[in-house]
């Protein structure tokens, strides 16, 4: 039996559809490694991984295909993923760059998406601006953790910010408040608090906002991709965020990136 034949649903050119198609995935410790582990097995054909970070063992926690040895080698995370993508889909074309993605942003450009799985909420505005002035869906992934001992929350997001419809500004994310305190400590749970569900539960719904828009698999308006998923992981819950209605309500467009000089290469 053929390795796809159970999602011959996604349509009758799919597997080729998703063969040819390139995403770049920036981030591959937490969410980033679920995602990637994810359109490997989907078939995805082409990838981009950046990260410039090696390997240590307090990733052991959230990152899928680290190893314990791995850890201790200290070995650069996008050749982990290298590895992990490849033990899945050996056909697969891969790019890895041990850098961060401003220092070469070229490989992204023929990108059909690009999986933002980073910490900064000022680094997530530079990517969505980027994928925005080149025309390229952008979804990103997060999560954090706050409270105090005892009392800790569990939240998270994933977000697609597409062409022709709103941007993470005109959603209200990141706020102004996150924006202002993140020269603060990350969440309240120590630095970068991150686990292994979480991460794999918001890349699962991150990569089917990104299946829903290159297999039209169902065409009917509900089972298009909501653009922002919100989970509270204390009720275990995943909804769709009240902002939507509200802009929807007010019949508001995006013009966060309008006008000739809001296309093409910019200097950061």
């Known amino acids: ?63 899928v295909g680290l190893t314990f040895a791995g850890a201790a080698s200290g070995a650069m995370k996008t050749q982990i993923i290298h590895e992990r993508i490849l033990g899945v889909n050996p056909k697969a074309n891969i790019l890895a760059l041990q850098a961060d993605w401003k220092l070469n942003r070229d490989p992204l450009k023929d990108c059909i998406a690009i999986f933002g799985c980073i910490d900064s909420f000022h680094a997530r505005l530079e990517l969505e601006g980027f994928a925005r002035r080149q025309m390229i869906p952008y979804i990103d992934v997060g999560m954090d953790v706050a409270g105090s001992p005892g009392n800790y929350g569990i939240t998270g997001q994933a977000i697609l910010s597409m062409p022709g419809y709103w941007c993470m500004r005109c959603m209200g994310y990141p706020s102004a408040r996150r924006l202002e305190g993140e020269a603060k400590a990350y969440g309240m749970a120590g630095g970068r608090p991150q686990v292994v569900w979480p991460n794999g539960i918001l890349a699962s719904v991150a990569v089917d906002k990104f299946m829903r828009i290159l297999t039209p698999w169902n065409s009917a ?15 275990q819950t995943l909804k769709s965020h009240s902002c939507l209605q509200a802009l929807k309500a007010a019949d508001k467009i995006c013009n966060h990136f309008q006008g000739p000089g809001s296309l093409g290469d910019v200097l950061l």
């Not at 653009?227 to 009720?235: A, F, H, I, P, S």
């Open 221 to 235: 308006p509900e089972a298009l991709p909501c653009l922002y998923t919100e989970y509270d992981g204390t009720r």
């Open 1 to 63: 039996m053929d390795a796809s034949s159970r999602q011959s649903f996604l349509g009758e050119n799919s597997d080729a559809l998703l063969a040819q198609a390139k995403v770049a995935i920036v981030g591959l410790c937490g969410g980033g490694s679920h995602v990637a582990q994810q359109l490997a097995h989907v078939g995805l054909g082409n990838f981009v991984l950046y990260d410039p970070d090696h390997a240590e063992m307090s990733n052991l926690n959230r990152m």
